[in-house]
């Protein structure tokens, strides 16, 4: 089976490959790496985590899509709450600077696989420059 944006994270493929998240998980605590590969626990969607999310979906273009699906973003009152507001000055801020968005300019979201000592591995990239770079977004507070 092709990895794809919609079948990366699927139980199938956290079975199949490790990913860095995933190897993270599993040197913390194997058991809640597994607990989670299993669908038997969740790790809660934090705001931190929301806000580099909603970035990360504006420069990849799927800032529409991102919305409809965390409606948690939102006041009752339909407007983006302070920190998904606090997110889009810092999406103005690095569409301001010319060397970030020549950064952010590569193939978006590639997915590729490989192996390390023999181990399925999978990747994300937020951005990749074939042949020069891999570029991933980090926003932080």
Excluded at 2 to 14: A, G, I, K, M, W
Excluded at 18 to 33: D, L, N, V
Aim: glycine residues 8%; contains cysteine; aromatic residues 10%.
């Amino acid at each position: 089976m092709e990895l794809t944006r919609e079948n990366y994270f699927s139980r199938e493929n956290q079975m199949k490959y490790m990913g860095s998240s995933q190897f993270k998980a599993f040197m913390k605590c194997p058991a809640a790496a597994l607990a989670e590969i299993n669908g038997e626990y969740a790790t809660e969607k934090t705001t931190a985590l929301l806000v580099g999310s909603y970035v990360d979906a504006h420069f990849e273009g799927t800032l529409d899509l991102f919305r409809a699906q965390n409606p948690e973003i939102f006041t009752k009152g339909g407007d983006l709450k302070s920190e998904y507001r606090r997110a889009e000055e810092i999406i103005a801020r690095i569409e301001r600077d010319p060397m970030m968005m020549k950064y952010l300019s590569g193939q978006k979201q590639v997915i590729m696989t490989g192996q390390i000592e023999g181990i399925p591995f999978k990747i994300k990239m937020d951005v990749y420059h074939p042949g020069a770079a891999i570029v991933d977004l980090k926003i932080v507070r």
